[in-house]
């Protein structure tokens, strides 16, 4: 069974820091791009960030540019998301997802991803 599973989300201040991971498990994502949207409550889920499956190409959504990085350790078929930074607006249930038919070509739409965690929940306190 392929699973997607996030951790490392909370509760935590404005201004502070968070480290999610995203561990995959039933099959390997080395060669696939990695990516992370999130949803508020009460909007659509939107994209975050996204890396390339050898992990040099990255692409970020506007409102995450210069705080939120994603990196990836294929070794352990893991993926990041580091997010400094944080602001009240970033509060959502965060997603990790991978694309099964992309290596380098990286997508903001979510109907490019195969396979998704359930999510981890992350509140920011102003």
């Known amino acids: 069974q392929v699973q997607l599973m996030e951790s490392g989300g909370g509760l935590v201040q404005a201004g502070t820091s968070l480290r999610l991971s995203c561990a995959a498990s039933?099959?390997?994502?080395?060669?696939?791009?990695m990516g992370w949207f999130r949803q508020a409550p009460g909007k659509e889920r939107e994209f975050v960030i996204a890396?390339?499956?050898?992990?040099?190409?990255?692409d970020y959504a506007d409102s995450v540019k210069g705080r939120f990085t994603i990196s990836r350790d294929n070794a352990k078929n893991t993926a990041y998301l580091q997010m400094n930074g944080l602001k009240p607006e970033d509060t959502a249930v965060y997603y990790c997802?991978?694309?099964?038919?992309?290596?380098?070509?990286?997508?903001?739409?979510?109907?490019?991803?195969?396979?998704w965690g359930q999510g981890t929940q992350v509140t920011v306190s102003s």
């Open positions: 997802a991978a694309a099964t038919r992309r290596t380098w070509q990286l997508s903001q739409n979510s109907y490019d991803y195969d396979y």
């Open positions: 039933g099959r390997t994502f080395n060669r696939n791009v």
């Open positions: 890396i390339s499956g050898g992990g040099s190409v990255t």
